[in-house]
T-cell receptor, first 112, second 115 residues
Framework: DAGVIQSPRHEVTEMGQEVTLRCKPI?????LFWYRQTMMRGLELLIY????????DSGMPEDRFSAKMPNASFSTLKIQPSEPRDSAVYFC??????????FGPGTRLLVL | GDSVTQMEGPVTLSEEAFLTINCTYT??????LFWYVQYPGEGLQLLLK?????DKGSNKGFEATYRKETTSFHLEKGSVQVSDSAVYFC??????????????FGTGTRLTIIP
């Protein structure tokens, strides 16, 4: 199995631009999680899906952030418009049962 | 709510030293407990886990025992190597308000091993 796949691995953009991060979970996993990691705030859960349905989005920082999971093998996290304080590493993780999670390599986002 | 408290870092040790990273938790019920490791530039990887009291999780020379009486899950290794340099996260799995399992992570402990 290829594991969780994220793209792009690095993204540099200017403030105000739209950013779309992509994730392909491990096949057969029913749960998908989006996290953000920064030095100041550590690892934060943004949103998670079960069977493609968003379950808990209470961690999404504000309306500029949105996430979708149109099918079992693909999810996106979109930031529009982006701001410098959104600079972070964004991780996607998947899980067969919501317990043990398998993380992707992350997308390192820099907003100038 | 559920929470995990782990040892503040950074921790710096010499190669072949004994390692302990403390982790305590607060939870209702009987959570599963995990240690994840994050190597530089990578995502988190599951290192070991324990699902019930007195269970010992082990992997790559690391061990942790689920201690219900002290609500702890300390990570130990008898002889560390330079390749163990990473950030270590303690986590617990519990049932969320939505009826699904969710992980609660500690803040992470950065470990550096010097030759």
């Amino acid at each position: 199995d290829a594991g969780v796949i994220q793209s792009p691995r690095h993204e540099v953009t200017e403030m105000g631009q739209e950013v779309t991060l992509r994730c392909k979970p491990i096949s057969g996993h029913d749960y998908l999680f989006w996290y953000r990691q920064t030095m100041m705030r550590g690892l934060e859960l943004l949103i998670y899906f079960n069977n493609n349905v968003p379950i808990d989005d209470s961690g999404m920082p504000e309306d500029r952030f949105s996430a979708k999971m149109p099918n079992a093998s693909f999810s996106t996290l979109k930031i529009q418009p982006s701001e410098p304080r959104d600079s972070a590493v964004y991780f996607c993780a998947s899980s067969p049962d919501g317990g043990t999670q398998y993380f992707g390599p992350g997308t390192r986002l820099l907003v100038l | 709510g559920d929470s995990v408290t782990q040892m503040e870092g950074p921790v710096t040790l010499s190669e072949e030293a004994f390692l302990t990273i403390n982790c305590t938790y607060t939870a209702t019920g009987y959570p599963s407990l995990f240690w994840y490791v994050q190597y530089p530039g990578e995502g988190l990887q599951l290192l070991l886990k324990a699902t019930k009291a007195d269970d010992k999780g082990s992997n790559k020379g690391f061990e942790a025992t689920y201690r219900k009486e002290t609500t702890s899950f300390h990570l130990e290794k008898g002889s560390v190597q330079v390749s163990d340099s990473a950030v270590y996260f303690c986590a617990l799995s519990s049932i969320s308000n939505f009826g699904n399992e969710k992980l609660t992570f500690g803040t992470g402990t950065r470990l550096t091993i010097i030759p």
